[in-house]
């Protein structure tokens, strides 16, 4: 009975929502430098998508701070840059497979099959310290992080544009620069270079926490909860409806 309550509140939720986000990816004219800077001469070929709203949709407030993201695409890798405004860039974590959104973080979710099984979670925070996972399928058909899985050849970087933990500047924010390489997610999933014309499910996210500080140091503001800004809208607070992320198409 409660899975079937469960199934029937996701059906009017994704009743009630727009249809995901779409995104054309195009093929990257030249070599991208893993800088974290944004500013490779290929990646004006990209264009940005549109600013993030609210996990629950637009009737929720307006996200506080812009957030948006590029990709490209070439027969090595799939490119992700973003870009975060943050008026205080800060983070704390340093372990990789910390679970990073307890900082501030920027999210990418992939099914390459798009059928919501075997998709993959990459987490990063603005000390480029990050956490990778896969799950067979999401949580509320039973299925369970994989947090074994590392995702080989992927090179990111991360630029801070202010100071990182300073609260006696104000920041213009940090921007992010990921290739996940074609051949990562061999290890638990069939996934090939995609063809021009074909699609993969994808959703990105934004964990923001309201923080305070003084010099040097920051600490989260008691008894606030997160802010959750996605680029395709789940409809709820729960990221794992894979059937509510938006659409890639890989085009030349």
């Known amino acids: 009975m409660i899975r079937l309550t469960a199934l029937c509140l996701l059906a009017g939720i994704a009743h009630a929502q727009p249809p995901p986000k779409r995104y054309t990816c195009r093929r990257a004219p030249s070599a991208i430098r893993i800088d974290g800077q944004l500013d490779d001469a290929a990646w004006r070929r990209a264009s940005w998508t549109a600013r993030f709203v609210d996990i629950q949709g637009a009737r929720q407030p307006k996200p506080r701070f812009r957030t948006r993201v590029k990709m490209l695409w070439d027969d090595e890798y799939l ?7 943050e008026p205080h860039v800060w983070a704390t974590l340093t372990e990789h497979d910390a679970v990073i959104f307890r900082d501030n973080d920027f999210e990418v979710f992939l099914n390459p099959s798009g059928d919501g099984h ?9 000390l480029n310290t990050g956490w990778d996972l896969v799950l067979p399928k999401p949580y509320r058909e039973g299925g369970k992080a994989d947090n074994s899985w590392e995702i080989p050849g992927l090179r990111t970087a991360v630029a801070i544009h202010g100071t990182l933990n300073d609260a006696r500047d104000r920041d213009r924010g940090w921007t992010v620069e990921m290739a996940f390489p074609w051949t990562a997610f061999a290890s638990r999933a069939p996934v090939a270079c995609p063809r021009p014309g074909s699609s993969w499910r994808v959703n990105f996210s934004r964990v923001e926490w309201q923080a ?3 010099g040097k140091s920051y600490r989260k503001v008691p008894d606030k909860a997160e802010d959750n800004w996605v680029w395709s809208p789940q409809g709820l607070i729960n990221m794992h409806v894979p059937e509510r992320w ?6 030349r």
Request: aromatic share 24%.
């Open 79 to 85: 490119y992700v840059g973003a870009e975060l405004e």
């Open 118 to 126: 075997n998709y993959f979670e990459f987490e990063i925070n603005a």
């Open 212 to 214: 305070e500080g003084s």
């Open 246 to 251: 938006g659409y890639v198409e890989f085009v």
